[in-house]
């Protein structure tokens, strides 16, 4: 008497020896893969799809190998990277496009200068309470004051006294006939204007230790344009009482390189 089979041994017999339906005729191997080529013209979106998916897969698996290498290097990188990936999927969702490879090295980038950026930022913020603008705040009170007494009687009152006080340092070997407020406030501003261009320079540096690329690389003509700024700005008057360095810090950090 035979023994009965088995439910994996039935369902093996029924794959290798399908049964004949009326519905569904029995297929040699060479009729199956005529009608797979077929489906293949008739359907050419469906290997699209597939291919859609595997590539989206392979892109979920290597943000999440990154996102695992920056959380060992700083928790903020990894928030930063987690927020580039919602935008993207946000814009994923709204405009109908896949996340790309480039939106992925984007926020890979982006997360990887985060702390960078917030430690310069850090920096230039206190530069900029503490120094430009009050240098700069003085020296357009400076401006101000030469423009006000120009001319009229407390302009001849201001020379007045400054002769009295030059010719009693000559006394002493001293001289401040330079001493008027047009020359203060170049003074001042000449300062601010070395200070803050100091900063910048040290800044520059520091991105190119860092391993980055502060004049080249991705996003060069941003860079420039960024450092055409902070001259400009640094070297003009009521200009210069803007920290134009953080743009450049966040060109930097919108940069892959």
Known sequence: ????????????????????????????????????????????????????????????????????????????????????????????????????????????????????????????????????VPLATISLAFIGLQAAVEGTWLGRLFQGVMGVINGAARIFGGDFSLLTPINIALALHFLVFGLSMLGLIGTIMLYAVRGQHPLGGDRSGGKFTALLLCCIGYSAPVLNLFPWVGYYIYVMWRSRS
């Open 1 to 132: 008497m035979a023994r009965p089979l088995s439910k994996q041994e039935l369902a093996r017999r029924a794959v290798d020896f399908p049964i004949s339906t009326q519905d569904e005729p029995y297929q040699t191997t060479s009729d199956r893969f005529k009608n797979i080529q077929a489906e293949r013209l008739t359907n050419p979106t469906r290997e699209t799809n597939i291919r859609d998916e595997q590539s989206r897969q392979k892109q979920a698996d290597l943000q999440e190998l990154q996102r695992a290498a920056l959380y060992q290097q700083s928790p903020a990188s990894a928030r930063a990277y987690d927020g580039e990936i919602e935008l993207a999927a946000l814009a994923e969702n709204t405009r109908g496009y896949s996340t790309s490879q480039n939106a992925i090295e984007s926020a890979a980038a982006v997360a990887k200068n985060t702390p960078a950026a917030m430690w310069m930022t850090a920096w230039h913020t206190w530069f900029w309470l503490t120094f430009q």
